[in-house]
């Protein structure tokens, strides 16, 4: 009797979540299917009008106009162009959604209708074409759509919501600026933080999710290697920085195969090499500028200080005096450390994905060496729990063909990178729209 007892409620309680779940998934559903032709227009405007990290102006106006039209109390103008908003409902955990405002000088190449012909003038006066390259566009009318869901559903959970509109996210230097504005302080300290990311890898009607890291540490490094110039005839009266240049990225080969432990990802790369005017002429200097990623704060501290020790070295080696040896300087405003997935809020998100869009729809992520600032909101002092999400956004049907040839679809920075918008969108509310319900579930 005893077994019957138990084994009856259970069975009832779980046909009652069941029943719940298909509830808030069709009343989602409905929601974001009557906001669609508002949002794909809205969308389409955020592509057509991109603007440059710490340049996002009208976009975040933009933004904050939808927030405040959803209901929410807006703060405009933190941290740079940032937009803040919030929406308390009764007592509960508070939970920060975030999104990125800027785009990429890159030109677009996708021929779509709404296609960016936005040409402006960068900080620095040089004009450059402007491109939504990274599907920033996606990502905040998918918070405004969720942040209209959540608002016309308040009778469906309890606790305070806020969406932050991000500036400079492709600078690496928004989440630190608001971060620095109070944005923990001025504002109520979040339980946790979640974001999305739209991808090329994945199918338009699915996401991606894994516990730990999923973005990579990211240093940018300049190296200026110093000689004493002369004669190409008479390389014996000089110290060539050229051949010296090239040594040290010989060198700098070692830290990742003979310094690292093989188990732990690294990448040490040198992108950018100049010297000289003139083939007859050895010069007194060469530039190197370098990006070094890794996941594990241990190994991305033992590649700077390996890389400054090899060019010490090698300038050492040279011949040269301490007065001429290799300066390098680590660029700290272009870096970001990883992106670690708190493993409980990552099995969270995942379980709240699969109430949404179904476990086949729901897919694991796998850590990518790109970097990017989210990383920061959970690397305070109050240590908040963060988990990030891939969304997929391309056309099932040529993600089959690209996966059957071998040639994979643009990708985010590319110029012909063209996310699939309605599915896209649809996915990334019906999602983050079903992690606000689970974490902000009414008890």
Request: proline share 6%.
């Amino acid at each position: 009797m005893k077994l019957i007892r138990f084994t009856v409620p259970a069975a009832i309680l779980a046909l009652a979540l069941s029943a719940r779940a298909d509830d808030l998934r069709q009343l989602v559903a409905q929601k974001v299917a009557a906001d669609y032709p508002s949002l794909d227009a809205l969308y389409k405007g955020f592509h057509a009008h991109p603007e440059l990290s710490l340049m996002e102006t009208a976009t975040a106006a933009k933004l904050a106009g939808e927030l405040r039209a959803a209901g929410y109390e807006v703060t405009e103008k933190f941290g740079g162009t940032g937009v803040v908003a919030v929406l308390k409902n009764g007592p509960g955990p508070v939970l920060m959604v975030r999104s990125e405002l800027d785009a990429l000088p890159v030109e677009e190449a996708t021929g779509l209708s709404y296609a960016s012909t936005v040409k402006t003038k960068d900080l620095t006066g040089r004009e450059t074409a402007v491109m939504h390259a990274c599907g920033h566009d996606i990502h905040l009318t998918c918070l405004v759509g969720t942040a209209r869901t959540m608002a016309a559903m308040k009778d469906r959970w309890s606790g305070t919501l806020i969406f932050i509109g991000q500036p400079a996210e492709e600078r690496l230097l928004g989440s630190r600026a608001m971060l620095a504005a109070g944005l923990y302080q001025k504002f109520p300290k979040p339980d946790f933080v979640v974001a999305l990311h739209d991808d090329s890898i994945h199918a338009a009607g699915t996401v991606a999710v894994a516990p730990g890291p999923v973005t990579s540490n990211a240093d940018t490094v300049e190296i200026t290697v110093r000689g004493v110039g002369g004669h190409g005839s008479t390389p014996h009266v000089t110290k060539d920085p050229v051949l010296l240049a090239a040594r040290i990225v010989v060198a700098l080969q070692n830290i990742v195969s003979r310094e690292t432990d093989p188990r732990e990802p690294a990448v040490v790369t040198v992108g950018s090499i100049h010297g000289g005017t003139k083939a007859n002429i050895i010069p007194n200097e060469v530039k190197l500028q370098l990006t070094l990623r890794s996941y594990s704060d241990q190994v991305r501290a033992h590649t700077v200080e390996a890389l400054k020790r090899i060019c010490r070295g090698e300038g050492i080696s040279a011949g040269l005096s301490e007065d001429l040896l290799p300066i390098v300087n680590v660029i700290t405003d272009e870096g970001t450390a990883a992106t670690y997935n708190d493993p409980a809020l990552a099995a969270r998100v995942r379980s709240a994905a699969v109430s949404a869009l179904g476990a086949d729809a729901v897919k694991t992520a796998e850590p990518v060496m790109a970097s990017e600032d989210f990383s920061a909101f959970g690397r305070t002092a109050e240590h908040v729990p963060i988990c990030t999400f891939d969304l997929g956004a391309s056309d099932p049907a040529k993600l089959a063909e690209a996966e059957r040839t071998g040639v994979p679809l643009p990708g985010p920075h590319n110029s012909k990178f063209a996310p699939v918008p309605e599915p896209t969108i649809k996915t990334g509310i019906a999602t983050m729209s079903a992690v606000v319900l689970d974490l902000l579930a009414k008890k």
